[in-house]
């Protein structure tokens, strides 16, 4: 659910390519947010752990490996959840709350009540975690991100190519400008170059990431 227009998207994503792949001394933050970039990730396959892509388009999302060619519609959920239960016991009406880690497909949770030992299953809701094993997953699978590593205590990834792509320029600008042309659609508090975790704005940490990046396009 894109707030952008198509047509803008499209001129956003244009405008980051047109920029030229040496380091450049001045960046323009395109005003992209991050879900405009989660058209689709690499990941890495369940099968055979090679590199798949999730394609993340709302009526045509899949999983295909482009090594051992692995196809997966969605429905299983390889990451971490947890099923949580709230509600008033069927007997004394205490309140009952609990949660554990979910196992598909289930959806209800048996719980014993504390006050009159009533035991029953109630059904549950399911919250998806996007960290799993201290990975960061893509939304539809919950399988780990291709492009991602560690610069020392600190989590550097990206969806795709496209998102690292936008990274490398900004990480490589000795100059950062905020919006581009034009400028009343810049969404300055939702853009994701406003969010970036210190950790990539410093500059003392430029050429680390710059190296980092190359390793992970040649993943």
Wanted: glycine letters at 4%; one cysteine or more; proline letters at 6%.
């Amino acid at each position: 659910m894109p707030i952008l227009p198509v047509q803008l998207a499209g001129f956003l994503f244009e405008r980051i390519f047109q920029m030229p792949k040496t380091p450049a001394t001045r960046f323009a933050d395109p005003g992209l947010a991050l879900y405009d970039l989660a058209t689709y990730f690499w990941v890495h396959c369940p099968k055979c752990d090679g590199r798949a892509t999730v394609n993340n388009a709302e009526s045509n999302h899949r999983l295909t490996c482009t090594q051992c060619h692995h196809l997966e519609m969605p429905g299983h959920w390889h990451g971490s959840a947890t099923i949580y239960v709230s509600v008033k016991c069927r007997e004394c009406h205490a309140p009952i709350r609990k949660s554990a880690a979910w196992e598909q497909p289930w959806t209800k949770l048996k719980v014993k009540c504390e006050k009159c030992g009533d035991e029953c299953s109630y059904e549950g809701s399911v919250s998806k975690s996007y960290v799993h094993q201290g990975l960061l997953t893509d939304s539809v699978y919950g399988l780990p991100l291709w492009l991602q590593t560690n610069l020392k205590e600190d989590l550097f990834w990206a969806f795709n190519p496209d998102h690292l792509e936008l990274l490398r320029q900004y990480v490589a600008a000795k100059h950062r400008e905020r919006g581009i042309a034009p400028r009343n659609t810049i969404r300055k508090n939702s853009a994701l170059l406003s969010r970036l975790p210190a950790f990539i704005t410093k500059a003392s940490n430029r050429e680390p990431i710059l190296k980092l990046i190359d390793k992970l396009l040649q993943k």
